[in-house]
């Protein structure tokens, strides 16, 4: 069963908002976010290739990796400011063709019991530009292609 990605931006503000259930623990859902190994199979939409070039996953810890097509590479860097366990992550966000647009992103994981969890999340920008080209540059279809692709991961772990 593929759970729907619900994602809302608000006219009014600089923020981006998503929710998307999981049919798996809430244990393995932040243990695909924490573990550079399980990140890069999920990550991203299909037909992109990852690499990490860093994988710093603790509070003030930090990381870059990038995705490739046959054309292009596309980098992404921030810092982990706090990750929490099974609870939340707030991360910063910054696509590297865009130097200094960067984002604070939170993320909370939510046990729902039942072997299901919920991930809620926030991205806020530093300006209506920024966040108008995210969400105009295909953005959500890859978190749909993203989250689908952990759906399987995630009955592996």
Request: glycine share 8%; proline share 3%.
């Amino acid at each position: 069963m593929t759970n729907a990605l619900d994602l809302n931006a608000p006219v009014d503000t600089l923020a981006m908002e998503f929710t998307r259930e999981f049919d798996a623990p809430v244990q393995a859902l932040y243990r695909a976010h924490a573990e550079a190994d399980l990140v890069k199979q999920w990550l991203g939409p299909h037909g992109l290739e990852m690499r990490i070039e860093e994988w710093d996953f603790r509070s003030h810890g930090g990381y870059r990796y990038v995705h490739s097509t046959s054309d292009a590479d596309y980098r992404f860097n921030g810092t982990f400011h706090t990750v929490r366990e099974n609870e939340m992550i707030i991360q910063t966000f910054e696509f590297e063709g865009a130097p200094d647009m960067v984002n604070i992103e939170f993320m909370w994981f939510e046990d729902l019991g039942n072997g299901r969890s919920r991930l809620r999340g926030r991205s806020i920008c530093p300006n209506t530009e920024a966040r108008d080209a995210l969400l105009s540059s295909g953005m959500e279809g890859g978190m749909v292609e993203g989250y689908e692709k952990l759906d399987v991961l995630l009955k592996s772990l």
